[in-house]
């Protein structure tokens, strides 16, 4: 973990040191989970933070660096007739690095753009079961928590804003491989895995300008 940190770090050094113009950005997205075909599973809800800098290389490369939060539920097989369901949280913390590649003028009032993105999580996972005996109920958590390494793509448009700054918004079509299954897997290690593919969904991003780009 110390090790990616001082990575990201770095990149964000260097980067910045190179870069000809940044901006730092906020953003805020949807995301359900992707399943295999074969598994009846329901898709899972999860919301996204997150907060960066964009930094202009090239005419056409605009590196960001990324610090993300995502939450949501986990939910189980939509036919599963287990008595003591137990209700499955998570929350990742992401960093990223994505070499973003700008198609059009960016002078322009739009431009699209396409987001290959590396990203390291930590990924924490909670159970909690509510059983109902003759004592009374009784609610048991576990939770444990992992590392994963992977990656993700993106396409999107961003929209100028006609001011003396370089403000902009932008709408993303985004799909991470980002596997929460595992952490509820190695939760339960007897059972069948449910080896989620990923998440996909939308983010909205908003850019501050320091100064217009050129």
Request: hydrophobic fraction near 35%; glycine fraction near 6%; include cysteine.
């Amino acid at each position: 973990m110390r090790k990616i940190i001082l990575l990201f770090v770095f990149l964000f050094t260097t980067v910045n040191s190179n870069a000809q113009e940044r901006r730092p950005f906020v953003g805020l997205g949807g995301f359900l989970h992707l399943y295999s075909f074969e598994k009846d599973l329901q898709s899972s809800p999860a919301m996204s933070f997150s907060a960066g800098a964009e930094y202009k290389l090239f005419d056409f490369l605009l590196p960001e660096v990324e610090a993300n939060y995502m939450f949501g539920k986990f939910k189980n097989n939509v036919y599963s007739n287990t008595a003591d369901n137990p209700d499955k949280t998570f929350s990742t913390v992401n960093f990223s690095f994505t070499p973003k590649i700008a198609l059009g003028e960016q002078s322009e009032s739009a431009y699209l753009q396409i987001m290959p993105k590396y990203t390291f999580s930590l990924v924490n996972a909670t159970e909690k079961i509510n059983t109902t005996g003759q004592l009374g109920s009784r609610t048991t958590e576990r939770s444990t928590s992992m590392s994963q390494h992977n990656f993700g793509i993106g396409i999107g448009i961003v929209l100028n804003f006609n001011t003396w700054y370089s403000n902009a918004m932008a709408f993303n079509l985004c799909y991470n491989s980002i596997r929460v299954s595992q952490a509820f897997d190695k939760l339960n290690p007897s059972s069948e895995p449910t080896d989620n593919l990923g998440v996909y969904g939308i983010e909205i991003k908003y850019y501050f300008g320091v100064k217009r780009l050129k």
